[in-house]
């Protein structure tokens, strides 16, 4: 997928959307997510033009990737959820719903987040059972 210089986080980035600024220094920009799913919902981007994670991890400098690690820390202390806990969760692809083309991380907490997904059916293709990870010999 390409990078879509008028996706909606860009258009944020260039003042043209507003937001409700949370975070920024020279490589990451945060702002609370308007489609807030919990008390804290922060949705936090890098600068730079990238796709997704995997087109961060691949192409980011070490500089970027330092500080988007450090920008949710920070936040999630700064929101107060750092210490009853919080989740970091970012969608990759279309079997994932990304929903926006420009990688963000979102940052979720404030109530009892429940489990991560539901368990996954048995015979789902593609699902592996926990103990077949393990070598057995």
Known sequence: MAYDRNNVFARILRGEIPCNKVYEDEHVFAFDDITARAPTHVLVIPKGEYVSLD???????????????????????????????????SN????????????HIHVVGGRDLGPMLPRADQSSPGTVEAGSLVNRH
């Open 55 to 89: 087109d961060f991890s691949e192409k980011a400098s070490a500089e970027e990737i330092s500080a988007m690690v450090r920008a949710l820390g920070h936040i999630a202390r700064a929101r107060g959820v750092a210490a009853s806990g919080y989740r970091i969760l």
């Open 92 to 103: 990759t692809g279309p079997a994932a719903h990304q929903e926006v083309p420009h990688f």
